[in-house]
């Protein structure tokens, strides 16, 4: 037997493998110990296509003998997982034939035309030129280099969805633009020359695909002198709004929106106005927006204690404010609006590999703090495929783990930097960002409900074990191809460390919908909702873990699918209690335990965190300065809250159905969000 007939009716070369790996996959879901009759097994089938079919045999016949095979071994449990993988393919199937929509990688419907708005490559009159899977052999080829191993092994990688880079990587890698970069922090002095030298590299940069920090607090407060021509400052806010509207006109022309991340330190004499700037909605839409705080301002608070605002320009003593009534203020603004949020620079700092140079800023989700002209690269290990028979197959995620640094290592090299600079200074440290998506979407496979003291101890498990080894592999990378230039500035002096941080948590929107997993370290949004896809056309999305616990519980519909999709949440569905406690989404989990999986994380995460603490729309202002307050306890870097119906414009709604757009992976639903 040497050929089968496709669906599509194309016929093409049998591959007894696929047998094989079809009845394995259907073993991994299921406790079964089989694996190794999988071989056995397919020797079995194969001999009974030839024994009864004649001719070419179809897919179908292949998969109706697989089951019978399967059945005969008293392999039930593992027949009923085959059979149900079977049912969900043809449902994909179906719908995207409905939709006219190809792929050679069983994607979703919704990842593929995510892919095929921003990241295929387009000839000049905007066709499609390239498949998902020529992407990411693309992507492999440039990457590698001249290393053929490892272009296989990074294509092989990406093609099983099991580790992506950022999305600049995948966009750009092996094109003429070359920008493999998704964060940058420009710095911004002083002087009318400065801000708009700084404005004209951020205007490059979001060409480029990039988002871009600022720290605003070195400029001088509104209404303080200016002596070259004797007028008045402006102040910090007024400038953010030229920034803001040339992110505006940039993203126009490009497939990825701009974004910016604007900082001023609690201290600066405009704290005020910065605080209170995105009160109107649609002003400043381009910026997430974070107070920088310390220390001493934080314990401030905590004594009811007045501290002192500094001008930059001189160093002096302004006035002074009640430190508890400025960060009343912050957590009400946050509460009305989604901004801003807390940076804790102390604790930044604390933790800053070269802390000759004090990181001021952080990129647009908050994940990366960098110092002035630093870029940073990231990739995420896709969680959800390394469970394998309801525990953790640690020995995969150590081999995604290594060959992730070593791919963010070499993108480093290929990188085309946008400005020499920027060039320099990352190469100079050479920062990674190797992260995790689908953590929520483990957690379901092995039983774990998210706000639970099991969940916060396999978060530190699992990134003290990543970092650990992300480390030991930069060290043998920094052997063969020498450490990052300034390791003697750095905390890694006499090491050979190749790069001044490893780890990071990521927002993962898009790459985590082209995965089709959950989002970083989000819990689930929804179990199920309506997705807003292909020209408006709508489809009931469902979690797949709960669609299979539903299945094998016996109390399976699609109406009962429906039902959910009207609140996204399963907690007033009759099902069993066990599901329920389950399956919570972001809105069912009490916003300590959004901040606790923060901090878990952070322990042994070297930059920082993408996290949205989300609260539900009856929460109050107390509610917030909480969750505040036990962010800067815990020791985390940041904090970012999002109280649902805030703004009026939300990529996730609740209507007669919860309702989310195509790029919508989870995390923060405002639709100036980042990524």
Known sequence: MHNILKR????????????????????????????????????????????RIQGIPTIGDVQNIVEEVLVRHGLYEVAKAYILYRERRSEIRDAKKFFGVYDELKLTVNAIEVLNKRYLMKDAAGNIIETPDQMFGRVAKAISGKSVEFEKRFYSSMKN????????????????????????????????????????????????????????????????????????????????????????????????????????????????????SKEKEGVLRNFNISVGVNDDFMEAVKKHRDYEL????????????????????????????GDPGL?????INAHNPTPKYQIDSTNPCGEVPLLDWESCNLGSINLAK???????????????????????????????????????????????GLGVMGFAEMLLELGIPYDSEEALDLGRKL???????????????????????????????GTNMRNATLTTIAPTGSISIIAGTTSGIEPLFAVSFVRNVLDHARLVEVNPVFERVAREGGFYSRDLMIAVAKTGSVQDIDIPKDVKDLFVTALDIDPDWHVRMQAAFQESVDNAISK????????????????????????????????????????????EYVSAESDYAGGCPDRSCPY
Not at 469 to 482: K, M, Y
């Open 8 to 51: 599509d009716g194309r016929i093409t070369n049998f591959k007894k493998e696929k047998i094989t790996t079809a009845i394995h996959k259907a073993v991994l879901a299921t406790d079964a110990d089989d694996e190794k009759f999988s071989e056995k097994l397919t020797d079995e089938v194969v001999a009974l296509i030839e024994k």
């Open 161 to 276: 969805l099991e580790f992506l880079p950022n999305s600049p990587t995948l966009m750009n890698a092996g094109t003429e633009l070359g920008q493999l970069s998704a964060c940058f922090v420009i710095p911004v002095p002083d002087s009318i020359e400065d801000i708009f030298g700084a404005l004209k590299a951020m205007a490059i940069v979001q060409q480029s695909g990039g988002g871009c920090g600022f720290s605003f607090s070195r400029l001088r407060p509104k209404g303080d002198i200016v002596r070259s021509t004797m007028g008045s400052a402006s102040g910090p806010v007024s400038f953010m709004r030229i920034f803001d509207v040339t992110t505006d006109v940039i993203k126009q022309g490009g497939r990825r929106r701009g974004a910016n991340m604007g900082i001023l330190n609690v201290n600066h004499p405009d704290i005020i106005d910065f605080i209170t």
């Open 310 to 337: 500094i001008n930059p320009r001189n160093n002096e003593c302004v006035r002074s404010l009640g430190a508890d009534d400025v960060f009343d203020l912050i957590a009400t603004m946050a509460w009305r609006t």
């Open 343 to 347: 940076v804790f620079l102390d604790e």
């Open 386 to 432: 390394i469970v394998r028979k309801n525990d953790i197959d640690w020995e995969r995620l150590r081999d995604l783990t290594v060959l992730g640094v070593r791919f963010l290592d070499d993108v480093i090299d290929a990188n085309r930097y946008p400005l020499p600079r920027i060039g320099e200074m990352t190469r100079a440290n050479r920062k990674i």
């Open 463 to 493: 990134m003290r074990f990543m970092t650990s080894a992300a480390r030991e592999t930069s060290v043998r990378l920094g052997e063969a191809r020498g450490p990052f230039p300034n390791i003697d500035e750095s905390i890694w002096k």
């Open 612 to 655: 949205t603490i989300n609260l539900r729309k009856d929460a109050t202002q107390g509610d917030v300065r909480k969750a505040f307050l036990l962010a800067y306890e815990l020791r985390c870097k940041g904090i970012t809250i999002y109280r649902y119906g805030s703004k009026s414009e939300q990529v996730l709604s609740f209507g």
